[in-house]
């Protein structure tokens, strides 16, 4: 099983997906943390989410996980050693108040189960991956499709930012944000998380009252 140990989260790194939720587009990358405990992996199993606090938001998003430590000026093909895709869940009404009011994202963005994760699979550079599109299927319907070409900020600036502020070494991995098409989880949803044809992983989410 990949080690995981910080988990960072990149906001509105998708122009599309800043427009839909009225962002403006940031100038620096904006990084959130969830903790460990918010992952679950995709095994077939049913992903139960808070369903009693208001709309709870799928976010497909490609994740990165890092191989070695951070040096200045290390690159991003060097230091990712593996990919998955993943889902951000988040609680909109709830973020929606905490950030009128300034406060920190943990209620909306780091309950349990708020990481999903697919197996982490191998990485064939960053040049390759823009050749295939990832994208989200609920109940058979596309619901979100990106492509890493269209982030704001790229992997590499990702990773220089981040390891450079916060810091990044082997273990860490990276949602790199969410393109467009976010939507409201209803209970008994079944996901599908898909690398251009081939599914990386599937589960169901149950919403608890
Ligand atoms: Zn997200």
């Known amino acids: 099983?990949?080690?995981?140990?910080?988990?960072?989260?990149?906001?509105?790194?998708?122009?599309?997906?800043?427009?839909e939720l009225n962002n403006a587009v940031p100038d620096a990358p904006m990084f959130f943390f969830k903790p460990t405990h918010a992952v679950v992996w995709t095994d077939g199993k049913t992903v139960t989410l808070p369903g009693h606090q208001?709309?709870?938001?799928?976010?497909?998003?490609?994740?990165?996980?890092?191989?070695?430590?951070?040096?200045?000026?290390?690159?991003?093909?060097?230091?990712i050693?593996?990919?998955?895709?993943?889902?951000?869940?988040?609680?909109?009404?709830?973020?929606?108040?905490?950030?009128?009011?300034?406060?920190?994202?943990?209620?909306?963005?780091?309950?349990l189960h708020s990481a999903v994760l697919t197996p982490f699979t191998d990485f064939p550079g960053i040049k390759a991956c823009t050749k295939a599109d990832f994208s989200l299927e609920i109940n058979g319907h596309e619901r979100q499709r990106g492509n890493i070409g269209q982030m704001i900020f790229d992997p590499q600036a990702l990773i220089d930012y981040c390891?450079?502020?916060?810091?990044?070494?082997?273990?860490?991995?990276i949602f790199t944000g969410t393109p467009a098409g976010v939507g409201q989880v209803a209970?008994?949803?079944?996901?599908?998380l898909k690398w251009g044809d081939v599914s990386l992983g599937?589960?169901?989410?149950?919403?608890?009252?």
């Open 1 to 19: 099983m990949t080690v995981i140990k910080n988990i960072y989260c990149v906001g509105r790194n998708y122009a599309l997906h800043a427009q």
């Open 163 to 173: 390891g450079t502020h916060y810091g990044l070494g082997a273990g860490d991995i």
């Open 54 to 79: 208001g709309s709870v938001h799928y976010e497909a998003e490609w994740v990165i996980h890092i191989g070695s430590d951070f040096t200045p000026g290390a690159a991003a093909d060097d230091l």
């Open 81 to 111: 050693d593996s990919m998955a895709l993943g889902i951000d869940f988040t609680l909109r009404d709830v973020q929606s108040v905490l950030k009128k009011k300034g406060y920190p994202w943990l209620a909306a963005k780091g309950f």
């Open 202 to 209: 599937a589960f169901r989410a149950a919403l608890e009252k």
């Open 187 to 192: 209970d008994g949803d079944q996901f599908d």
